[in-house]
């Protein structure tokens, strides 16, 4: 049975660990699709932004550059022939890549479930009973953060990311908030500590038990 530390909303402490979802927080990991699912996200977000003129659009090369016969040099109809300098590129990038990786919704939820269990085995992951943002001011979240004696890359899972939780943690070096239905791969493997809240637990043992 997987377990993790919880705190209280004003980061007290609680003597006796909490019991996480064994389905989610448990399960074996397939570390090939731990990091397919990884390369996925990243290659998901990445544009095609390399372009290469080819011979019909580098400005230029009209006019013959020399006469066809009688110079001792290869006949030549354009200087922006492909192997001149200053000339067009045969098969380079166009802009139009596609460099995306689809995985199947399945695959994707089953990666997530072993990322958190990967993450809990490490007792990486705690729990806090509740985190409203307050007023949205920063201040309580940082002593917050001093109480928990958590230090590095931080990722909160809310059940929903409210304009007060956003403006409470957005200025916060290192800490990410996120809502529970927006975790990926990539940003899970990528905290040192994962703090959920028991609302978000709620919904990620909905959202992403194997039934």
Known sequence: MATAVIYSKTGAKKETPAKLNAKVFGVEANHDLVGLAYRSYLANGRSAGAKTLTRGEVRGGGKKPHKQKGTGRARAGSSRI??????????????LENHSLNLPVKAKRAAIRQALSLQAIDNK????????GGEGR???TIALLDKLKIEGSILLVVAE??????RATRNIAGLQAVSAKYLNV??????????ITNDAVDVLNTWLEDK
């Open 186 to 195: 990539y940003t899970i493997m990528n905290a040192d500590w994962i703090v």
């Open 161 to 166: 990311k409210t304009p007060t939780v956003d």
């Open 82 to 95: 492909v192997q001149w300098r200053g000339g067009g590129v045969v098969f380079g990038p166009t802009g």
């Open 125 to 132: 992951v705690l729990m806090l009973e509740a985190f409203d």
């Open 138 to 140: 920063v201040k309580p």
